[in-house]
C-alpha cells in the first residue's frame, strides 16, 4: 500500500506530464484525501525536494537525474583527444572540434570554478572566525588580568 506522500507526489506528476496546473484542490478531488492531508504532505515533499512550488499553490515534480558517470579526458601526440564518459561512450575529437566543445562547455567550467571557490572561501571563513574568537578570548583575559592589576 502506497503512503499518502507517494499518491500524491504520483499524481503530481501524472498531471505535469499531462501539461495540467498541479493545484492542492486538483491533488484532493484527484486523491481523495481531505486538504489537510494534502497540505502537510506538499510541505514534506517540498521540504525533501521531491517537488518544487513554482508559485503560491502551484507544484512540480522535481527534476530527477541519473546518476553521475565516471570521466576521463586524453589528449593523444597528434592533437587528438579522446573524452571517456562511462563504460561505454567515447568521443574522439579533432583539436578543433575539442576548443569548440570547451566553448561550449565555458559556462559549466566557470559554475563549477564559482562552486569550487565557494567552499574554499567558506573554509577560509570557518578558519578565520576560529581565529577571531581565539583572539577576542585572548584579549579579553588581557584587559581582565589589566583590570585586576589596577585594583591591587
Known sequence: MKSNAETILEAIEDLHNQEQI??????????????????????????????????????IPAPKHRPSRIMSKMVLPDGTVKIEIG?????????REARNLGNLMVA????????????????????????????????GD????????ELL
Open 22 to 59: 498541479v493545484t492542492r484542490e486538483t491533488l484532493s478531488q484527484l486523491t481523495g484525501l481531505k486538504l489537510s492531508i494534502i497540505d502537510d504532505r506538499l510541505s514534506h515533499l517540498v521540504d525533501s525536494g521531491q517537488i518544487i512550488r513554482v508559485q503560491r499553490g502551484v507544484f
Open 87 to 95: 563504460d561505454d561512450q567515447i568521443l574522439t575529437l579533432t583539436p
Open 108 to 139: 559549466e567550467a566557470m559554475q563549477y570554478a564559482n562552486i569550487e571557490m565557494g567552499h574554499h572561501m567558506a573554509i577560509l571563513q570557518s578558519e578565520v572566525s576560529g581565529q577571531v574568537r581565539k583572539l577576542s578570548k585572548q584579549v
Open 142 to 149: 588581557l584587559l581582565d588580568v589589566g583590570k585586576q592589576g
